[in-house]
């Protein structure tokens, strides 16, 4: 499913102003598209037709009439909940408005992350990650929490794989790795400088490159072999980077499984073999 509201906020950063006019006309009148015709769209959005479709395409549709079709039945899907999505934290909430309002923002990122992931890209991702001879995590900050969660995952399936807390020792792995290896890259903003310097590494090497990134063209997603899209919902306080950790520990999810169940007897007696069990007497 394609799901346009994501995907024009996703990508408004990164079209050019003609473009931009468009999108933020269609962010903020979404129901219009259904009725206009993209002549009456573009006198709307002082724009033409050529540069709507140039949008349309940009955004990953041919044209402007599957581009309508796809934001009619959204909007169909979404009316009873747009006016939750809206919704913001405020000085004024109690502690259950804030569990409520939280927790509906993860879960509507989790439910626009399923509609950005595109089923083959995901299926090439876990076939490199079978083959590589070594995973390579990079990431900072809250990404790199995301990172080192998928390296105990793999970890625990015997997936050779290493991660570094620091950017220098994450940039030397870099330089170590081979074709053999396949470098997987946490990068919401898809602009970490010091992440960037790693893939730059990477690429003089011919490693493949896996990035989980915010679905907009960035350095980062252009550097990638493959790139799996996330979308966030971030309430006020975004240095907290919330709703973007949860829908990358869910992509993390998605791919530990997978990757399992391609081997499934086996990674079965891994999972076996490296439970830990709870010294008795502990609580």
């Given amino acids: 499913m394609k799901s346009v509201l994501i995907r024009l906020r996703e990508s408004r950063n990164a079209v050019s102003s003609a473009e931009g006019a468009i999108v933020d006309y269609l962010l ?4 219009n ?5 993209i002549h009456e769209l573009a006198e709307k959005t002082f724009s033409s037709p050529s540069t709507i479709i140039r949008m349309c395409r940009r955004v990953g549709f041919d044209g402007y009439k599957e581009f309508r079709r796809a934001i009619t039945c959204e909007l169909a899907v979404r009316k009873q909940t747009e006016n939750e999505e809206k919704r913001e934290i405020s000085r004024s909430d109690s502690m259950q408005e804030i569990v409520d309002k939280i927790t509906y923002k993860n879960i509507i990122s989790l439910e626009d992350t399923k509609n950005l992931l595109d089923i083959e890209t995901l299926e090439k991702c876990v076939e490199l990650i079978c083959k590589s001879k070594t995973i390579c995590l990079f990431g900072i900050g809250s990404s790199l929490c995301v990172a080192r969660d998928a390296y105990l995952k793999f970890l625990r399936l015997s997936k050779p794989c290493t991660i570094n807390d620091d950017w220098h020792s994450q940039l030397l792995q870099a330089r170590n790795m081979t074709k053999e290896d396949v470098g997987l890259v946490v ?8 992440v960037l310097e790693c893939m730059k590494a990477m690429r003089e090497n011919d490693v493949p490159i896996i990035s989980i990134t915010r679905y907009s063209p960035s350095p980062v997603s252009e550097l990638s072999t493959y790139n799996i899209y996330v979308a966030a919902n971030e309430s006020t306080f975004r240095s907290g980077a919330m709703s973007s950790r949860i829908s990358q520990l869910n992509v993390v999810d998605i791919l530990y499984t997978a990757f399992a169940n391609s ?21």
């Fill in 33 to 37: 598209a259904v009725n206009f015709s």
């Fill in 187 to 194: 990068s919401y903003s898809g602009q970490t400088v010091e």
């Fill in 28 to 31: 903020k009148y979404p129901e």
């Fill in 263 to 283: 081997e499934y007897e086996y990674c079965l007696e891994r999972l076996s073999k490296t439970h830990i069990d709870k010294p008795k007497g502990h609580f």
